[in-house]
């Protein structure tokens, strides 16, 4: 009974916890139907929370001409999938070689990966700027996703998973004459699919939502990603908010639909690897 009573209201507390992460959520939906008179008056109570006559058709067409969010949407599609596939591949393989083969400076190069996780991206940030602007890369696409293909994070995670792999798997594939190519790919890869999908999860929540780097690559209207286009939707006089929440709700959707349709892996492979080691 008391194992029933504390599981009830576990669950009682994770729904509250969830109902208030999704106030901002459902406040910006109907806000992006609502009329732009209405959207800031309704914010001191709740009537935020309640529709009015429909006003969406027009807020989203306005968010996807005036705001250019199909400019947007593009540069930020090619930047996102750009680095989680690379990255997928580089740092899996970068993983899986710290997991298991032995090389001179193994040690150190695995410390020298776990020291780079926890310096923050801002420290790094001019140097690189100024690095891209030595080459002339800045106000370019390829600037915004090539320096963040390879990530320590996602390589100790990778680490991490491969680390807690049973040996006896690869070697009876190599006694089949297996090689280390089909070893990864036969064998490894697929147990891997949990961590693979935290990976590219994590990964693709983090370039769709970058905001400091492209504000400071970016210059012209052609290579900026939904969050900067955003920003100078709202600097657009006058501002329409019921258009502005049309725009957000269109940069948030991309992000529910890929953590609805991998969520299992993710909470998988984050209890089975992310976190161990």
């Avoid at 001179?104 to 780079?116: I, S, T």
């Avoid at 040996?167 to 090689?179: F, H, K, P, V, Y």
């Avoid at 064998?187 to 961590?195: D, E, N, Q, S, T």
């Avoid at 780097?213 to 006058?238: K, N, Q, S, Y």
Wanted: glycine share 6%.
């Amino acid at each position: 009974m008391t194992k029933d009573r504390s599981s009830i209201a576990a669950y009682v507390v994770m729904t509250l916890l969830a109902l208030f992460f999704l106030f901002p959520i459902a406040i910006m939906v109907i806000g992006s139907l609502k009329a732009d008179t209405v959207v800031i008056s309704d914010q001191t109570s709740l009537a935020a929370f309640r529709p009015t006559p429909f006003e969406g058709v027009d807020n989203y067409q306005a968010a996807a001409k005036t705001g250019r969010y199909l400019t947007s949407l593009k540069v930020s599609l090619m930047v996102s999938t750009v680095i989680v596939l690379g990255g997928l591949v580089v740092n899996s393989l970068c993983g899986y070689a710290l997991a298991r083969l032995k090389f001179r400076g193994q040690k150190m190069l695995l410390g020298l990966v776990v020291a780079l996780v926890i310096i923050p991206f801002e420290a790094l940030a001019v140097p690189l700027l100024l690095m891209m602007s030595e080459i002339e890369w800045t106000n370019t696409i390829r600037a915004q996703f090539l320096p963040f293909i390879a990530q320590p994070l996602y390589i100790f995670l990778f680490y991490s998973f491969f680390k807690g792999l049973p040996r006896e798997l690869e070697e009876a594939a190599t006694i089949d004459g297996a090689g280390p190519y089909r070893i990864f790919w036969s064998v490894v890869f697929p147990l891997a699919r949990p961590a693979y999908a935290s990976a590219a999860i994590l990964s693709f929540l983090y370039s769709w939502g970058q905001f400091m780097w492209p504000a400071m690559i970016t210059r012209t209207e052609d290579v900026r990603p939904l969050p900067i286009g955003l920003t100078f939707f709202r600097g657009t006089p006058p501002v329409q908010w019921a258009d502005l929440m049309a725009f957000a709700t269109l940069m948030v959707l991309p992000v529910v639909i890929v953590f609805v349709i991998f969520q299992r892996h993710f909470v998988q492979g984050v209890a089975s690897a992310g976190l161990k080691g």
